[in-house]
């Protein structure tokens, strides 16, 4: 029976009925006993929070500062990058981009449970108008006008976490700053021993198991919102540290472009959930405390990479 | 410049010097601040700590409990059965193994950043010596003799985690139970509805972000501890919950054999580090508080399903 293959999933719950959430501190570091599954109420599934949002709880990505990398293959990989984080990378990639500096480029790295990573595989690639050296932008002071809505779930690597603009985010308030955690989808700078090595002419997505440990030690600045099995998916690079060994394994990427450049009949329309909008709130409670028919014991907590920021391409 | 790439990684970390390393406990959940950078010392990598551990720290893995999937198309992955969680689960899956139902079947869901799963898409295979029908083993009651070697950090998931055997486990003391925790490459028994529906038919592993919130809600029996990038790269499936719309794109599997099954010319030499010895504290703390010369901020923290369990295939 296809009934008996695994049919839940984080994309799709079941759930009994509909009934009103009250989103929860879930500090507890002790998930719920047996004893109180049978206390667990219906409750509205993910998938169903999402279905009941209004349209103002959902925002168009700003084509400036949307990246659309193409493969040669054809694939598309859609990313955001953050308007306020690590700003002066920010706007080195989009000059990366508005030179055509990427155009020819490659994914030279699959790395499993880690990274895809991509960049010039000749090293020899003039750049024209981009700076060559930055900075690092590990983490930005942010002031009180910084779009944060904190998770109120516990987590080991960041004094708080939660959400900016849809980006999962981490916040150090005693030092005043924050940064894009490395969830599957972020996007990062990479770069060498020192702390301004990173240009953006070699970035790098998480494909994998969050790598927390990276947060703070390297400049992350958006997130991949469609299209990431085109570097999910990819063969894995049998050299160390998931390089492709051959040049001939790396994947052409035809062009990065900032969608703003794109002529408008070409642009995708792409609207992200508000992650400072009552139906956020709600659609954690839900991935939190699952409901529905298959669960059998709700987490009662939920760890910041766990959370799906919800996305509608149109 | 190479150099100018993410030259860090999970498998290889550069340190300055080889000095004794003492693990700490770290409950904190605030990480380090800034001004602690300075105070980091030098330190042995991961990959030291590995390369310096004497032969006693390793284990075989037991042919008896391994499992080689074989696809059609030549790739191998290598399954280990933990031998005490969910037994009666191991003993079926043993059991369809043997009988050869296993052999001919497919993945048939490929979900990005969640699972890949496997099983028998005709949904008519005659199962001949195994159970069609089991209790679910969601946790399994554990004694004092469980080996069970306890993370010291936090777990927003279960009052417990830690390794047993060389597999992540959750642990509730009150209870007296464990489980397997869903971390990248686990493997589980997929289900439907019902909590009696899962039978080993049907199996899939963890190809992404640890989907915690599956614990202790579906029976986990073991792990990949080799050649998972023959699940995680495979194409993503584009139906709904990422099965495969077509037959056609179906991933055909040869055979699933236990090893011990498989003439001793064609077994693989597996060891895994293990988890109740002192190379496994010292490198846990590798990966906890990283050192070397690419590290700026230590974590002083590590998540349970970013500790690496090392594998030597020899």
């Known amino acids: 029976m296809m009934s008996n293959l695994l049919t839940s999933s984080r994309a ?11 989103a929860s501190s879930s500090l507890a570091q002790t998930a719920p006993a047996a004893k109180d599954i049978a206390e667990a109420q219906p409750k509205p599934s993910y998938g169903e929070v999402i279905k009941a949002s209004p349209a103002g709880d959902w925002r168009p990505i700003a084509a400036e500062r949307t990246l659309y990398l193409d493969l040669a293959s054809g ?48 090293e020899s690639k003039p750049v024209k108008t981009a700076k060559r050296k930055l900075a690092g932008e590990f ?3 942010v002031g009180e006008r910084f779009e944060f809505t904190r998770l109120p779930d516990a987590d080991g690597y960041a004094p708080e976490v939660g959400f900016s603009h849809g980006f999962a985010t981490g916040r150090d308030p005693k030092a005043g700053t924050a940064w894009l955690a490395h969830c599957y989808g972020t996007l ?14 070699s970035l790098y997505v998480v494909t994998g ?6 947060d703070r030690n390297i400049t992350t600045v ?31 990427i035809k062009s990065i472009r900032i969608a703003a450049d794109v002529p408008k009949a070409e642009q995708l329309s792409i609207k992200v959930l508000r992650t400072d909008s009552a139906t956020f709130t709600r659609a954690v409670e839900a991935l939190r405390n699952r409901g529905g028919d298959w669960f059998k014991v709700p987490a009662g907590y939920i760890e910041l990479c766990n959370v799906q920021v919800a996305v509608r391409v149109e």
């Open 12 to 22: 799709t719950l079941i759930s009994a009925a509909l009934t009103a959430v009250v």
């Open 75 to 122: 694939g598309r990989v859609v990313i955001e990058l953050h308007p306020e984080i690590a700003p002066n990378h920010v706007a080195n990639i989009l000059a990366l981009a508005k030179e055509g500096w990427y155009d020819g480029s490659a994914i030279v790295r699959s790395h499993d449970n880690y990274v895809a990573q991509w960049g010039d595989a000749t």
């Open 139 to 141: 983490t930005t002071p």
């Open 188 to 201: 990062g700078v990479g770069r060498g021993n020192t702390t301004d090595s990173g240009d953006g002419t």
């Open 209 to 214: 198991h969050a790598p927390r440990h990276l």
């Open 222 to 252: 958006g997130r991949v919102v469609h299209g990431i099995q085109h570097l999910s998916a990819l063969p894995r690079g049998t050299g160390n540290l998931g390089f492709y060994e051959k040049p001939s394994e790396r994947v052409p």
